[in-house]
């Protein structure tokens, strides 16, 4: 539900509905609290509340902190995971121009094919939290054309080598891309996360209760930087879905420009 949810809606409006959401929780509590319990608003329960609220707060703000840099760090590998892949691919056009050229354009066009098929159709798949059969049939196919081919110079036999050895690291990264693809937060810490952030607030609009506006701010604050940290939170969740993701770019440098993608 969650990948749904940043899939389908952009990312600063992901973070408004997340602080909305929390700022009229804790308004809400406060006004709720002043109608119906009786709370002083004197000088001591203003600083007795400050304390709480930095105390509460302070903590949360501190797991938050760590789950998004948890969560960008994992993003920015699955990134140069990608970049990788590509690179490997590149690499491997440039190991093939010394082969006969009948095996030549059989390798060549299982790259495109594999490369193609990466960026387009199971890019769209990732979002999805998906792989595409198409790209793990042009892989395999890939293998069998470098699997046919026998190396007769020493200088096939070179470059036929680390044709090979880049081929598994390709194999090698497309297996973490899609391993990738899930969750970075459990489902469990990402409820507790929704459920904690409303849970404090509610506590410090309830603990704050009827004072005047420029009293409430303090809570307001609050609310806002965890909507926020919380709306990013979840944006970095899934490293290929939403707006903050891994984008196919990497697979369109270079010599990969040259292949078209299929109409």
């Given at each position: 539900m969650l990948r749904q949810f940043i899939d389908l809606i952009p990312f600063w409006w992901v973070v408004c509905?997340?602080?909305?959401?929390?700022?009229?929780?804790?308004?809400?509590?406060a006004f709720i609290s002043s109608r119906f319990f009786s709370i002083a608003n004197d000088k001591d329960h203003l600083?007795?509340?400050n304390s709480i609220i930095a105390i509460l707060s302070g903590?949360?703000?501190?797991?938050?902190a760590f789950i998004i840099i948890t969560a960008w760090n994992y993003l920015l590998k699955?990134?140069?995971?990608?970049?990788?892949?590509?690179?490997?691919?590149?690499?491997?056009?440039?190991?093939?121009?010394?082969?006969?050229?009948?095996?030549?354009?059989?390798?060549?066009?299982?790259?495109?094919n594999y490369t193609v098929a990466v960026r387009v159709g199971e890019w769209k798949s990732?979002?999805?939290?998906k792989e595409n059969p198409n790209a793990a049939k042009a892989l395999r196919e890939l293998y069998q054309n470098?699997?046919?081919f026998s190396p007769t110079t020493q200088l096939?036999?070179?470059?036929?080598?680390?044709?090979?050895?880049?081929?598994?690291?390709?194999?090698?990264?497309?297996?973490?891309?899609?391993?990738?693809?899930?969750?970075?937060?459990?489902?469990?810490?990402?409820?507790?996360?929704?459920?904690?952030?409303?849970?404090?607030?509610?506590?410090?609009?309830?603990?704050?209760?009827?004072?005047?506006?420029?009293?409430?701010?303090?809570?307001?604050?609050?609310?806002?930087?965890?909507?926020?940290?919380?709306?990013?939170?979840?944006?970095?969740?899934f490293p290929f879905s939403g707006d903050i993701s891994v984008k196919n770019n990497f697979f369109y440098h270079g010599i990969l420009n040259t292949f078209h993608d299929e109409a």
């Open positions: 509905i997340c602080i909305s959401f929390l700022v009229f929780t804790t308004l809400g509590a600083e007795r509340s903590g949360f703000s501190v797991l938050l699955a990134q140069d995971n990608a970049a990788q892949e590509a690179n490997s691919l590149a690499v491997m056009m440039r190991n093939i121009a010394v082969f006969p050229q009948e095996n030549q354009i059989k390798l060549s066009e299982a790259i495109r990732m979002e999805r939290g470098m699997q046919s096939e036999k070179l470059y036929y080598s680390q044709a090979l050895h880049n081929l598994n690291t390709i194999h090698k990264l497309r297996r973490d891309r899609i391993n990738q693809l899930y969750s970075v937060i459990p489902s469990r810490l990402s409820a507790a996360l929704i459920l904690g952030s409303v849970f404090l607030t509610l506590i410090l609009g309830f603990i704050r209760g009827g004072a005047k506006f420029i009293d409430l701010i303090p809570i307001i604050v609050v609310a806002v930087v965890l909507g926020f940290n919380l709306g990013i939170a979840f944006s970095l969740d």
